[in-house]
T-cell receptor, first 107, second 114 residues
Framework: KNEVEQSPQNLTAQEGEFITINCSYS?????LHWLQQHPGGGIVSLFM???GKKKHGRLIATINIQEKHSSLHITASHPRDSAVYIC?????????FGTGTSLTVIP | KAGVTQTPRYLIKTRGQQVTLSCSPI?????VSWYQQTPGQGLQFLFE???????NKGNFPGRFSGRQFSNSRSEMNVSTLELGDSALYLC?????????????FGSGTQLSVL
């Protein structure tokens, strides 16, 4: 049983397209994180959400606590957005991770 | 401000050996958490330390242990290494370890067990 499910698993987009990555979870959470991992391993935290919506540049993250669902949107995608995007949820004392969405943006 | 520093970057060990990995958090951060990433299992939570105390622990055997020092630097140790322990080990720091706090990750230690 996976506490966190992400979709799609792989995504290829043309530069400039609007991209949505979805995350559903089955546990009660205190926070949800969207992480970005480039080849080579380094992980960057994009957003930490406990409610509502956050925006940073071309990235928007939303969460619906009642539906246990979050989305990460990338507007006007660019090849440098190519990376693996990982959804992670924190319960009181545990972290659970999605398997990641591999995004490739083609020029 | 320096980021989270993990050493070494790469490590090769043989089965049965033990290994110690180090993580220096961002200056002023008091919480350090550790994660294992493998192609098959993805990211998994190992443990979390705050003010030298282990606060939370993931579902890993007792061969995996850690500690945190008074300067917030943390080490994790894996004893009696198995082939399946080959993974990228990541640590993350946070300012105060509140559950709704942003995490800052290090670049990881790539461990290969032969």
């Amino acid at each position: 049983k996976n506490e966190v499910e992400q979709s799609p698993q792989n995504l290829t987009a043309q530069e400039g397209e609007f991209i949505t990555i979805n995350c559903s979870y089955s546990v009660g959470i205190s926070a949800l994180h969207w992480l970005q991992q480039h080849p080579g391993g380094g992980i960057v935290s994009l957003f930490m959400l406990s409610s509502g919506k956050k925006k940073h540049g071309r990235l928007i993250a939303t969460i619906n606590i009642q539906e246990k669902h979050s989305s990460l949107h990338i507007t006007a995608s660019h090849p440098r957005d190519s990376a693996v995007y990982i959804c992670a949820v924190r319960t009181g004392n545990q972290f659970y991770f999605g398997t990641g969405t591999s995004l490739t943006v083609i020029p | 401000k320096a980021g989270v520093t993990q050493t070494p970057r790469y490590l090769i060990k043989t089965r049965g050996q033990q290994v110690t990995l180090s993580c220096s958090p961002i200056s002023g951060h008091r919480s350090v958490s550790w994660y294992q990433q493998t192609p098959g299992q993805g990211l998994q939570f190992l443990f979390e330390y705050f003010s030298e105390t282990q606060r939370n622990k993931g579902n890993f055997p007792g061969r995996f242990s850690g500690r945190q020092f008074s300067n917030s630097r943390s080490e994790m140790n894996v004893s009696t290494l198995e082939l399946g322990d080959s993974a990228l080990y990541l640590c993350a720091s946070a300012a105060s370890g509140r559950s709704n706090e942003k995490l800052f990750f290090g670049s990881g230690t790539q461990l290969s067990v032969l």
